[in-house]
Structure formats: structure tokens, C-alpha cells
Nanobody, 121 residues
Framework: QVQLVESGGGSVQAGGSLRLSCAASGYIPISLSMGWFRQAPGKEREGVASYDRDGSTTVADSVKERFTISKDNNKNTLYLHMNRLKPEDTAMYYC???????????????WGQGTQVTISS
């Protein structure tokens, strides 16, 4: 079983930056596909960025110019570098993982508890 723990969330002024981390642990016999999703109150959950097990990355058009995804395979840790943050980025951010390539599909097998990101103006 795979466990995911997110960290790095917090409160930041508009225009600031944050780096979210997602550490995967447990039985991981092969490379994981991992991704970030977010959900704001009253809004539908949306895919943000993914790093598939084949090395391919996908970033949502809404954040492509501001967010960057990276992965440290030695640490089984996924990162989301968020720059020039806007109030509309305020949401609970969830990390997801799967042994299949999932890109930004919503049916990942494993999910973290989430980390809150709040952007004030």
C-alpha cells in the first residue's frame, strides 16, 4: 500500500510563491505516476499538474505559466513550485499517485489528505 503526505501549504500574499511537497512511502516496487489536484469551496476538483512514471509531465492551462512540477525519484517525492500566486489559487491541494500513467485523470488509486493554500490580496 502507498501512503502520501503533503506539506508546504500556508497563507501567502498575492504575487508570492510556495513549494508543495508530497512524500510517498510504503511498498513501491516500480516508479509511480503522481499528480496534484485542487478543490476550492463550492468548486469542482481540478487537475493541476502531473508527473507520470514514464517521465512525461502535464500542467493545466490555467496555471501553466506560473506552476512547475518536479519529482525526486530517490526520495519518492513530488513537488509543485507555485509562483506569482493569485487569490483564485486558494484551495485544498491534494497529491495523488498510481502505478499506471494517469496524467490529470481523476481516478488515481492513492490520495493524500491535502494541504491548504490560501492567497490573500
Amino acid at each position: 500500500q502507498v501512503q502520501l503526505v503533503e506539506s508546504g501549504g500556508g497563507s501567502v500574499q498575492a504575487g508570492g510563491s510556495l513549494r508543495l511537497s508530497c512524500a510517498a512511502s510504503g511498498y513501491i516496487p516500480i516508479s509511480l505516476s503522481m499528480g496534484w489536484f485542487r478543490q476550492a469551496p463550492g468548486k469542482e476538483r481540478e487537475g493541476v499538474a502531473s508527473y507520470d512514471r514514464d517521465g512525461s509531465t502535464t500542467v493545466a492551462d490555467s496555471v501553466k505559466e506560473r506552476f512547475t512540477i518536479s519529482k525526486d525519484n530517490n526520495k519518492n517525492t513530488l513537488y509543485l513550485h507555485m509562483n506569482r500566486l493569485k487569490p483564485e489559487d486558494t484551495a485544498m491541494y491534494y497529491c495523488a499517485a498510481d502505478f499506471r500513467a494517469r496524467r490529470l485523470e481523476p481516478d488515481y488509486n492513492y490520495w493524500g489528505q491535502g494541504t491548504q493554500v490560501t492567497i490573500s490580496s
